[in-house]
Each structure stands twice: as structure tokens, then as C-alpha cells.
């Protein structure tokens, strides 16, 4: 019996020794294993192509060992369909994260590990859109188990969303203050840029972002202003706002130098630059397609067409994505009594597809009282002011002006008159076409589209808005650049300068306190503007005489005459002290609140920033289904369907 326990014991020791090392040809036989290292391979994962790093290894950290077995899992084809499962919300974050674990990354043959704290900030965002879906959260996104802490050396699988790679190299230290690399920036070095220009003048300036786009990137704005991230009182708010197509790149670098300037300028004590900074809080977002851009980019300058990288990452035209209020205008007109102006956005348009750089934008323009806009393009050379859509929809080319026409033309001349080649009067140039009519032309003149910007700007808030397209060339060779600076830098200053046309004041009730949402009304011109939450005001105006009126709910309008002289380069101040009516006319109280933004309107809800975490359920759980809507999505999986995914009743 014990000399059996024995031979029984060493057939078990001898089963259980590891086989010898292979010699070459042996590994067929069964005789011997092979001793595989961890070696880094190119990413060939369809879904991953876009992470910060270019190598992985195999077996990754769910033991899989090829590209063929992460491809049929049920964990890769999840990080494939979750942006649709979640409509775009916490994505392109909850794919990188799941490819830093299905495809971990791999320098020097060495697996680096995605960082737990990473995990955990986007799982306290994210989980409830998974809740509202009825969807647990999904395993291989253990914080825990498959990420490591920062001590351990770990990496940010979404570094790349936050401009944080492919930063801008270093430069010379012994450079000029005012140098500007006149090259094209990738969004990462447009990112660093942008922080290191306003970390040198952190008195006058700072970064932020008003949302993130289709696929994740933050929409940065640098801001400049004696008191940066604050609104001062009757200081008027302005912004450029750039690339809103990726590939009419132009106006994307034009906004990048002229923010390295107006630093530069106002350290060195450019009177000019100093006096609007100190008057002006200037607000330069030069990306507003950013997904665009990289696809144009891919092109090459000098390379791309018309088309390539024009729209969004979901195949949208900014420009024709914002609420058509020109067409509720033109029904106005014809009422006696009705205002053009603060329109609200119709319902029906949430029905469609709206891209989170619109809403982005749309919510920005709620937030700051801005007073003057323009929006860079390229393709032409000509300067063009709303309306943009024809009063007539069958017209494809059809002067239709706002009330405001005198002083859009003398916006767009601001601009037109100061750039020497705008103003130069060749007609075999580039944007010849314009010299008779000065460079500037009615947008619906000169073709009409719906969904623009410029009208959205002057239809639904106070800001007035002019689209200057700046080259014939959406994306030029780098030696170009320098030139178009040059063209462009006084033209912008200039424009800049504009804001401070008109009349400008505070409307309070007698006892000094601030009236927000009084209107501002011209005699003669259909438009009001109101007044932001400290009672302050600004109206442009070209020169001339006018009637300008203050009201406001409960109190009695005030009347008074203004004369804006020609030479008058400042705003006029005209401020209103309102008294309480005895009865105010339900129909002015009536049409004062009918344009209220509605707390539960749409926009009002939305965070424009990618990780929706407090948005609004949808579609809930499938009450009284065996398995949720969503599982659909998983069903050519057969056997390996992701049981993981189904909440525990």
C-alpha cells in the first residue's frame, strides 16, 4: 500500500514539472513550451486607433491573446456601440478608458497601467447615465482590479482630450517676448499654447473651455480682461470665434497669434492693446470644430479640398445647425407692435440632430451679456452681416437686411476698411468679386442659408455678429501664414475696437437698485436689447440723433434724446432710473415674458461638457421585459453575451 502512495506521488511530481525549454522544431511534439516575453505590437484595434499611444501587448489585462479574440468580445464591441447606447454621453472618455485596459499600452516591452484615480472621477460622472439605462457598470472598468495608482506609475488614458500630448516642443529660452511660430497647431499645441500664454499674463488672462465637442475635446477659450473670469460692470463682452469649419483653418491661427500678441503687447505698453484690454473683456475661442480640423489636417496644408474635415465628427455643418429664428422674424415683421429680438428657440428644433458644439455655444451666449461677435472663415475675402437667410426662401440671392443695417455695414467696414487687401481696389484678386460694394455684402445677398450663427447671435441674445472670411485659402502652406497675420492683425484690432460705438448706461429703480431685463428701445429700429443682471446696458449705434427708451415690468418707461457725434469713438453713457407704474399694460408684461427663457427648455438642461452626469434620463429600464432595450446590440455574440451588463434584481 505505501509503495503504491509512492509511484502514485512521483507520476504526480512528474506531471506537474514544467516542460524543458523548446529547441528549434520541437514545439509540435508536446516536449517542451515556449517562454513568451510581453512585446510590444502596433494598435490594430479599429476602436482604439485614436488613444495617446501607438503600441500594446498581447495577452492583454482580460488574458486575451490576439487581435481576433478582443474583436469578437463582448467587452470590445461594448466600448464600440457605447456612445450610441448613451447618445454621445461620457464618450469618447468610456472608450479610451476601455482601451487602455483592452489594449494596454506598451513601451520597451513593458505594460504601463491606466491610473485608478482616472477611473474613479469618470465612474462617479458616468454611472448614472449607466443607470438610466438600466445597465450595470461594466467589469473590465473595475477601478480596482485593472488600474494602478499614480505611485505605481501609471498613465491618463484621456491626457489627449485635455490637449495634454503632443504639447508644443520647446523653444529657444533666449527668444524675443513678442515671438510668435507663425506654423499650424495641432489641437494639442493650440491647447499649450493658449496655457502658456495665459500663465505669463495671469493678471490679464485666463483658459477656459464652454464645452466639449463630438468626440470629446474641449472647446478653449483664452479670455482677457483686467479682471479675467469676471464681468465688470459696463465693460462690454466681446468674442472671435474660430475653425467653426475644421478645414478653413485661417481663422484658427489668426486667433492663436493675436492671443500671443495682445500679451506681448500689453507687457510691453502698447497703448492700443493696454486700452482695450483695460476697457474690454475679450473672449478668443479659436477652435470650434476641433474633430474637423484633425481630419482636415490629415489632408496636409495646400492639400485639402472643400469638403474634407468641413463638419462635425457626426457629419453636421455647424453653420446650418443653429435654430432658424430668421424665419420667425421675417413672420414678426408684419406685426404691429412685435420685437425682433431675444426670439426663443421653437421645440421642434430639439427633434432634430443638435451637435454639443452648438448647444456649447448657444448656452456661452446665455451665460455672458456679449455685445459684439465675429466668426472667422476662409474661402473668399469679404465681410458679410445677417441676415443670412433670405426673406423670401425660394431666393437664393436676395438683399435682407435686419433693423440694423446702418450699423452692420458699419461693423463690417470696421473690419473690410483696415485689412489692406480687403480694401484694395483690384478686382483680379482674391475676393475681387466684392470691390464695387466696399468687401462687405448682406449674407442672404450674397447666398442664403438657414441655421447661421450671425442671425442666431442677433435674433436670440443682444450680441451682433459679422462672419469674415478671411483668404481664398481654407488651409494654406506655413510660409503663409506670416503674410495673412500681417493682412489681418490691424482689421482685427479695429474690429475689436467697435464695441464701444453707441450708447451704453445702467437702468436701476429710484433707490439705486440694478433692473435686469429691462429693455433698451431705438425709435425707428425694431430691436431691443436688455439689460445684463447688474442693470447694465450697451446699443450700437451709428452716429446720429435718437429716441432711446428704458422698460421694464412694474415700472413706467423712460424716454430720451441722444445725440451720437460722428467722431465719437467711446460709448455715450445714458443711464435710466425707473418708477413703479400704477398699471402696467398686460400686453408690454405679456411680451416682456412670453421670450423668458423656460427653465425646462432643453438648453437650460444641458451640460455642455462631455461627461453628462447629471443629464436626464433616457429611455429608462424595460419594465417587465426579460432583458433590457438595449440588449439587441449584443446579439450576434451566441455564447458570449455580456450576462456582466444585466443589473442583479
Known sequence: MVLRLLLLLAGLLRATKPAPRCETGQETLGQCQTVQKAKCVDIALSSCTDVAYTQMVYPNFLDQKSREVIEYSSEYLLISVLHNLLQGECNPDLRLLGCSVLAPQCEKDKVIK???????????????????????????????????????????????????????EDLPSDLPATFIQFKHHSFSQMVSTLKKTASRCSHIATTYSIGRSFEGKDLFVIEFSTKPGHHELLKPEFKYIGNMHGNEVVGKELLIYLAQYLCSEYLLGNPRVQALINTTRIHLLPSLNPDGYELAAEEGAGYNGWVIGRQTAQNLDL????????????????????????????????????????????????????????SLHGGELVVT?????????????????????KVFKMLAKAYADAHPVISDRSELRCGGNF???????????????????????????????????????????EEELFTIWHENKAALLNYMEMVHRGIKGIVS?????????????????????TTAADGDYWRLLPPGTFIIS??????????????????????????????????????LLRRSMEDAYDPQDPLELFDPHAQHGQAEARGGSAAGREKPWWWSYFSSLDLHKPLWLLKQR
Not at 430668421?326 to 440632430?353: N, V
Not at 455684402?441 to 447671435?457: H, K, L, P, V
Not at 429703480?509 to 430691436?527: E, Y
Open 114 to 168: 491606466p491610473c485608478r484615480h482616472v477611473c474613479e472621477n469618470l465612474k462617479k460622472n458616468c454611472l448614472p447615465a449607466f443607470d438610466a439605462i438600466d445597465m450595470a457598470w461594466p467589469y473590465f472598468l473595475d477601478c480596482d482590479r485593472f488600474f494602478a495608482g499614480e505611485e505605481e506609475g501609471c498613465f491618463d488614458p484621456l491626457a489627449k482630450l485635455r490637449g495634454e500630448v503632443d504639447a508644443e
Open 319 to 374: 453653420n446650418r445647425n443653429f435654430p432658424d429664428l430668421t424665419s420667425e422674424a421675417y413672420r414678426r415683421a408684419g406685426i404691429r407692435g412685435a420685437r425682433l429680438d431675444h426670439i426663443p428657440i421653437p421645440q421642434s428644433y430639439w427633434w432634430g440632430k443638435v451637435a454639443p458644439e452648438t448647444k456649447a455655444v448657444m448656452k456661452w451666449l446665455r451665460s455672458i451679456p456679449f455685445v459684439l461677435s465675429a
Open 385 to 405: 452681416y445677417p441676415y443670412d437667410y433670405s426673406r423670401h426662401p425660394m431666393e437664393e440671392k436676395m438683399f435682407s437686411p435686419t433693423p440694423d443695417e
Open 435 to 477: 470691390v464695387k460694394r466696399g468687401g462687405i455684402i448682406n449674407g442672404a445677398e450674397w447666398y442664403s442659408f438657414t441655421g447661421g450663427m450671425a442671425d442666431f447671435n442677433y435674433l436670440h441674445t443682444n450680441c451682433f455678429e459679422v462672419t469674415v472670411e478671411v483668404g481664398c485659402e481654407k488651409f494654406p502652406l
Open 509 to 529: 429703480d429710484k433707490f439705486g437698485n440694478p433692473i435686469k431685463n429691462a429693455r433698451i428701445s431705438v425709435r425707428g429700429i425694431q430691436h431691443d436689447v
Open 550 to 587: 428704458a422698460q421694464a415690468p412694474g415700472y413706467s418707461r423712460v424716454m430720451k434724446r441722444v445725440t451720437i457725434p460722428t467722431r465719437m469713438k467711446q460709448a455715450g453713457r445714458v443711464d435710466f432710473v425707473l418708477r413703479p407704474a400704477e398699471a402696467w399694460p398686460s400686453k
